[in-house]
């Protein structure tokens, strides 16, 4: 997926129908949908939160692998994780 530079007028498509707009201070999430009253701001410190929570939270490989697909990719992460207990034990 290729996201381009964002603005307010242009927002970025992320997927699942979420949008990101950015305001030269943080990122403003919305749904695709017409009566979309909600919104969720992230400013930078947010930002850095959820960027920590990601890298930390989510094992490597279980978002995507080389074809994006993130079942194949986690299979792969439980039989490495399996492997990784045989040879200990």
Request: net charge neutral; with cysteine.
């Amino acid at each position: 997926m290729t996201i381009q530079r964002t603005d307010m007028e242009n927002p970025a498509y992320l997927g699942d129908g979420l949008y990101a707009y950015f305001d030269g201070n943080g990122v403003e999430l919305r749904l695709a949908r017409h009566d979309n009253k909600c919104a969720v701001y992230l400013e930078p410190e947010v930002m850095q939160s959820l960027d920590l929570f990601y890298r930390v939270a989510v094992p490597r490989g279980v978002i995507h692998d080389d074809q994006g697909d993130h079942r194949r990719a986690a299979k792969k992460l439980t039989q490495s994780r399996k492997a990784q207990t045989a040879a200990s034990a």
